[in-house]
């Protein structure tokens, strides 16, 4: 995926609420985060795991949990998150289990 300038980390309260949706939604943990990491612990077994791409393979599952979260809170409460809000979430899911993916959990 190719990199723009509003892609930047920047801790926000939207950010964090995005996270926390995102670690937090079983739907989303099932059908998002589960094959991901599946996916991201194979290629850490090869030694091909590559922290750029996994970042762009957690961004596509922070996209997907924004999405369902307008959609769950639209009525009510209309969020919308930025580019930079989804790419910080990316990052902050790499680093949390890539972690948990050495430790071989």
């Given at each position: 995926?190719?990199?723009?300038?509003?892609?930047?980390?920047?801790?926000?309260?939207?950010?964090?609420?995005?996270?926390?949706?995102?670690?937090?939604?079983?739907?989303?943990?099932?059908?998002?985060?589960v094959?991901?990491?599946?996916?991201?612990?194979?290629?850490?077994?090869?030694?091909?795991?590559?922290?750029?791409?996994?970042?762009?393979?957690?961004?596509?599952?922070?996209?997907?949990s924004?999405?369902?979260?307008?959609?769950?809170?639209?009525?009510?409460?209309?969020?919308?998150?930025?580019?930079?809000?989804?790419?910080?979430?990316?990052?902050d899911?790499?680093?949390?289990y890539?972690?948990?993916?050495?430790?071989?959990?």
């Amino acid at each position: 995926m190719k990199r723009t300038k509003s892609m930047i980390y920047k801790e926000t309260p939207e950010s964090t609420e995005l996270l926390l949706y995102t670690r937090n939604t079983s739907e989303i943990y099932f059908r998002h985060i589960v094959p991901a990491l599946d996916n991201l612990r194979r290629k850490y077994k090869k030694g091909t795991y590559n922290s750029e791409k996994a970042v762009d393979l957690w961004y596509h599952v922070a996209t997907t949990s924004a999405t369902r979260y307008n959609q769950e809170f639209s009525g009510e409460f209309q969020e919308a998150f930025t580019v930079s809000d989804r790419f910080t979430v990316a990052v902050d899911l790499e680093r949390h289990y890539h972690e948990e993916i050495k430790l071989g959990n």
